[in-house]
């Protein structure tokens, strides 16, 4: 999953030629998965309606910055799936057609990028921008993204003012005092209250599982019999959910860098989770800075580089740098190392930089941009999805004391990530809308095997979470990305994983047994 930066850090994400006369969607029916139920039956409806009316297409908006030939339209679905016929929203989606001849072309391939709140838009721009990873697939697929409920151009929620949401500094959002968590805890719950006042009617809704009906009706109104779909970090958990809901509706599913569907980890466990493996990642980069030391003059050890970190959070806590930079502002810019491979040498350069004298640069990259304000506003949308959804999709502990006890024990060992990971979900304890429970994510009737691939030491998206999808998918293979840990494989360059991304959707051809694939190249400094 992505996350975003923390409610005390001024959070931001980090943190993604079709038929024109569509033909009729495949029924919804029990036995695909749908299970029964007013849902079930309002989805068929909806999905019904979406095939009949199809998408209008046209030139994108010019401020969403997408050029031709990219196509924008909207599909609308239900609110509320048991009431199909009452209150609609709106579906942002946008198309590229495929590059190859007629004879090519297998249909729509339609991404989500992960979150809960980021945007898919961006996918048909790496046809765009002739990105080689995904030149075979592009020959065959048209490339769908779409925003889901509650993001960006689909009809959008927000909890809190866009440019209050990201002013700086933000609190530490590690706690020196009991002093300290109580104003967290403060700052959660008014979040909690902002994210009712502001977008309360739709609070309900905003699931998994509604977005995983969305995506239903989505394909529908592309005038896809079956789906093709690539989901990345929480864009797995929801393709696990629409395989779980839909599985006879599935033609080809990619799955990267995996949210564990169980219900006993969405989401408060995952979470927790995750705050044990970005610790490992952080680790393993600390590592890499040592060994190039001779670049970047930050340390020659781990241990060293780490002693220079904490320095630097120090600093920051007494004096913001350029009066806005804290700890928190340093948090969310540092986080992007363990997150990403590609971030590695960037964050260094910045680091060094700085203790070389520089201190503009690390202030102009972790500093907020007021004058930013479209940023801005995806930021702060993109931060209320994340919470509306996790929020929304279990029921999380409301006891203070339970979520003491865990980050006060997890902080001990694993420092980097912990308490500022817990400020920002801590809105779910006191959350007002209503809590579900998790679909039970299984193999239904019809679901062809599904393609799953994971770096062994992803920092969001923690290895077990691969093992656990891949045990509850029969049929499915996983490819594991040893000694490696950027989140998000199928985009980087690694033949062993790109040959057989490529051979999956474009033949439907799987390796007979799991497959091993040695690390994509480390980065150079």
């Not at 979470?271 to 800075?289: E, I, S, Y």
């Not at 007021?370 to 502990?397: F, Q, R």
């Not at 039970?440 to 979470?465: M, W």
């Not at 690390?519 to 400094?525: E, R, V």
Request: aromatic share 8%; charged share 20%; glycine share 8%.
């Amino acid at each position: 999953m992505r996350r975003a930066t923390g409610l005390g850090l001024g959070s931001t994400l980090i943190a993604g030629a079709l038929v024109a006369g569509a033909v009729a969607a495949p029924a919804a029916t029990a036995d695909s998965g749908a299970r029964g139920g007013p849902e079930a039956r309002g989805v068929r409806i909806a999905a019904e309606r979406a095939a009949r009316q199809g998408i209008d297409w046209a030139d994108c908006p010019e401020d969403w910055g997408l050029v031709k030939p990219i196509q924008c339209g909207w599909v609308n679905v239900p609110l509320d799936y048991s009431r199909p016929d009452g209150r609609q929203i709106r579906i942002a989606v946008d198309r590229i057609g495929h590059t190859g001849t007629a004879d090519q072309r297998q249909g729509a391939l339609v991404y989500n990028p992960g979150g809960p709140g980021g945007s898919g838009m961006r996918f048909p721009t790496r046809v765009t921008n002739k990105n080689p990873v995904y030149a075979k697939m592009a020959q065959a697929y048209d490339f769908v993204g779409f925003d889901p409920r509650g993001v960006g151009h689909s009809t959008p929620i927000s909890c809190v003012d866009p440019q209050e949401f990201v002013k700086a500094p933000k609190a530490d959002p590690v706690p020196d005092s009991e002093a300290d968590k109580r104003a967290q805890r403060k700052l959660a719950a008014e979040y909690a209250d902002g994210c009712a006042e502001r977008s309360g009617w739709m609070l309900p809704h905003m699931t998994t599982p509604n977005t995983a009906r969305d995506l239903d009706v989505v394909r529908a109104a592309l005038g896809e019999k079956k789906l093709n779909y690539l989901g990345v970090s929480y864009g797995t958990y929801l393709g696990a959910v629409y395989a779980t809901l839909f599985p006879g509706h599935v033609r080809r599913m990619i799955v990267d860098s995996v949210v564990n569907p169980s219900r006993e980890k969405i989401w408060y466990q995952a979470n927790l989770d995750q705050d044990v493996a970005f610790q490992t990642r952080w680790d393993d980069w600390k590592a890499w800075v040592a060994k190039n030391d001779a670049v970047f003059h930050i340390g020659d050890t781990p241990a060293k580089v780490e002693a220079q970190w904490v320095k630097l959070r120090a600093t920051a806590k007494r004096s913001p740098l350029g009066g806005v930079v804290g700890p928190a502002e340093l948090l969310a810019f540092f986080q992007s190392a363990p997150y990403y491979d590609s971030a590695w040498v960037p964050v260094a350069r910045t680091w060094s930089a700085y203790l070389a004298g520089d201190a503009q640069a690390l202030v102009d990259a972790a500093a907020p941009d007021l004058s930013d304000t479209a940023g801005n506003a995806a930021a702060e949308n993109g931060n209320a999805v994340y919470t509306a959804v996790e929020c929304a999709d279990a029921k999380w502990p409301t006891n203070w004391r339970t979520w003491d006890r865990d980050n006060t024990r997890l902080h001990r060992d694993h420092p980097f990530l912990t308490w500022s990971n817990a400020w920002m979900n801590l809105p779910c304890a006191t959350w007002s809308a209503k809590q579900h429970t998790p679909v039970q994510v299984r193999t239904g009737k019809g679901l062809p095997p599904v393609l799953i691939v994971q770096s062994e030491r992803d920092a969001a998206t923690p290895f077990e979470g691969a093992v656990e999808l891949h045990e509850r998918l029969e049929g499915s293979r996983l490819i594991v990305e040893k000694n490696a840990g950027s989140h998000g494989v199928t985009g980087l360059v690694n033949p062993c994983v790109n040959d057989r991304v490529d051979a999956y959707l474009l033949s439907g051809w799987l390796d007979s047994r799991d497959v091993e694939c040695a690390p994509h190249a480390t980065p150079k400094p």
